[in-house]
């Protein structure tokens, strides 16, 4: 079992930034690969990127491709997601999943542990 808890969500205008935190706790984190998905109002929730478990191989929607970055430091069990050019089309409540092993994940099934989720507005 992995317990997964996000924070640094807000409310920031269009070209600001934020940097999402997901801190884990529980088993050794730094075997779990970890993803970020979203869900905006109305609509299913999404694939954004993930990491390895070594930090390596990050991952990308097209849609955040070169705004978004993924990193992980396994000595403080937490991975992140710094955001950066948000856009309103960014609005959405996000969550950190992870999973063991290694590979290419980007489907919410492949992930079995979850946070609550935080949320991110991007609005002037």
């Known amino acids: 079992q992995v317990q997964l808890v996000e924070s640094g969500g807000g409310v920031v205008q269009p070209g600001a930034s934020l940097r999402l935190s997901c801190a884990a706790s529980?088993?050794?984190?730094?075997?779990?690969?970890t993803g970020w998905f979203r869900q905006a109002p109305g609509k299913e929730r999404v694939f954004v990127a993930s990491?390895?478990?070594?930090?390596?191989?990050?991952y990308y929607a097209d849609s955040v491709k070169g705004r978004f970055t993924v990193s992980r430091d396994n000595a403080k069990n937490t991975v992140y997601l710094q955001m950066n050019s948000l856009k309103p089309d960014d609005t959405a409540v996000y969550y950190c999943?992870?999973?063991?092993?290694?590979?290419?994940?980007?489907?919410?099934?492949?992930?079995?542990?979850w946070g609550q989720g935080t949320q991110v507005t991007v609005s002037s």
């Open positions: 990491i390895a478990w070594t930090g390596g191989n990050p």
């Open positions: 529980g088993r050794t984190f730094a075997n779990f690969h």
């Open positions: 999943a992870a999973r063991y092993g290694t590979g290419y994940y980007a489907a919410q099934y492949q992930y079995p542990y």
